[in-house]
């Protein structure tokens, strides 16, 4: 069914329905974090709570016009944009950024779609809890977005995903209806969840306005290595065996490739490196301990067993909490020198952990048939989430080989799927990745997907052309 775009009767229906201050100047919500693509917006609102998102969605309905759900902006898939068609009504978040409980006996936080991430971990820490989403754009990313991606972050090993997180949601349905389910409940055998239809489904099934959010004692110590491996098969095998020592108390595990930390150095940035020279890989191991145990200790005993075993290379261990942190400001800012390098084509993908080294060892030569290209190999290794980059010979700029990106791109995909991967770990399918979900997606499932979204969206006003193509 074709959408219509925003037009003059639209605006003063919203206008009749909705105070004065909920309504943007677009043009702060027409880019994305890479500079890829502009959107467009024939007007863009941001209400103050849900009875308004629930106006606003009746009012769209009621003309057939495209909702697009905005968040913090940070989505790198372009789920946040509609580049083409209709001018949609994009519906901000941002003014509804309340946490509105915080029940440390329970565990739960409960907060706004609109709350800002780090404003949430603020809020848990306040009441001596942790609430574990954690990654790079957490000072701008929003709860509404980072649930309907199902964010995963780096602590995903520990605590899992984003749904993981989640025991009940408020939304706004397709049809204008609130759907109460924002229940502090463990145990709810009810019927159809629809708490993880609405998680990951990028804003194509209503909204989120609220959720309540699963919180988690804070360890009482906490520590940090970076430690040099002679690759991904033995990284792997140094992540069993400090599994096996520390028994759930890692919190993350990353892989990082001497590439990342060449690239920072050749972009200038003012980080501290703790090897003199960039090692081909190395690993940072992060820790999160109970009271009565010395992380120090521990690091120092895998450190030596993993030494003895030829698993380590080298290390480093955190000897205070800022050293820690520069661990993490040194992993977090290798996203930002690849942008400095400028990437042809970027890859968030994900693998069983035993097939890692193997695709990577395939990944490799693929590669290099298809030019003089470097590649920056870095992520979450604990669950198997890797981002894969490539970019230009040193000294050239991508421009010239962006032509080639959905070529590297098929490759690489192709290798993933070969290897029982999948195209898009936590980044979500957005607009960008429609046609790979097309090609890799089980057929069944894609058929399931789209009979859910005509039965809940008939109209198709949510978010079209995210996740599945326009009919």
């Known amino acids: 069914m074709s959408l219509n775009p925003v037009d003059d009767a639209l605006c003063e229906r ?16 027409l880019s994305e974090p ?12 941001a209400p103050a709570n849900t009875e308004e998102v629930a106006e606003a969605i009746r009012v769209a309905g009621e003309a057939r016009v495209g909702v697009v759900p905005y968040g913090g902006g940070t989505g ?23 946490v509105r409980e915080v029940l ?21 820490q306040e009441a001596e809890r942790l609430f574990p989403l954690s990654l790079g754009s957490q000072g701008s990313a929003r709860i509404g977005g980072l649930l309907a991606t199902n964010a995963g972050g780096a602590n995903v090993l520990r605590y899992g995903n984003a749904r993981d997180l989640v025991l009940g949601l408020e939304a706004v349905l397709p049809d204008g209806q609130i759907w109460h389910g924002l229940r502090r409940l463990r145990k709810d055998n009810t019927g159809y969840d629809l708490r993880h239809l609405l998680v990951g489904a990028e804003g194509t099934l209503g909204i989120i306005t609220a959720a309540a959010l699963r919180l988690f004692p804070r360890p009482a110590r906490e520590g940090a290595a970076m430690i040099v491996v ?3 098969d033995t990284a792997l095998d140094l992540l069993g065996l400090a599994q096996d020592m520390m028994a759930g108390g890692i919190s993350a595990f990353e892989l990082i490739s001497g590439v990342g930390l060449k690239f920072l150095r050749e972009m200038g940035f003012d980080v501290r490196q703790p090897f003199d020279e960039a090692p081909e890989w190395c690993v940072l191991i992060d820790l999160g301990l109970p009271a ?15 030494f003895e075993r030829d698993l380590a290379l080298d290390g480093v261990i955190a000897q205070s909490g800022a050293q820690r942190q520069d661990f993490w400001t040194l992993r977090d800012t290798i996203p930002e020198a690849n942008r400095e390098i ?22 490799g030569p693929a590669v290099e048939a298809l030019g003089p290209f470097r590649i920056n190999v870095f992520g979450h290794l604990g669950d198997g989430n890797l981002h894969y980059n490539i970019f230009p010979p040193k000294g050239e700029k991508r421009d010239a080989y962006r032509p080639r990106a959905a070529e590297i791109s098929r490759v690489i995909h192709d290798l993933v799927q070969s290897h029982e991967g999948s195209f898009s770990a936590e980044h979500g399918v957005g607009r960008l990745k429609v046609d790979d979900l097309e090609r890799y997606g089980d057929p069944a499932k894609l058929d399931a997907m789209r009979r859910i979204k005509a039965a809940l969206d008939p ?11 326009n009919a």
């Open 14 to 29: 919203l206008r009749a329905r909705l105070p004065e201050a909920a309504f943007r100047d677009p043009a702060a919500y």
């Open 34 to 45: 890479r500079g890829t693509w502009r959107g467009q917006a024939g007007l863009v609102v």
């Open 76 to 98: 790198l898939v372009g789920g946040q944009l509609l580049q083409d068609g209709p001018a949609p009504l994009v519906l901000s978040l941002e003014r509804m950024r309340a």
């Open 104 to 124: 440390p006996r329970e565990n739960v936080i409960v907060a706004e779609a609109g709350a800002v991430l780090s404003d949430v971990q603020a809020a848990a």
């Open 230 to 232: 002679p690759g991904p």
């Open 292 to 306: 009565g145990q010395d992380p120090d200790a521990v690091l120092e005993e895998l450190f030596a067993d993993a």
């Open 342 to 363: 400028g990437a042809i084509a970027s890859h968030d993908i994900s693998l069983p952990l035993g097939e890692v080294p193997r695709f990577l060892d395939a990944a």
């Open 459 to 469: 109209l198709g006003i949510m978010n079209p052309g995210a996740m599945l193509r």
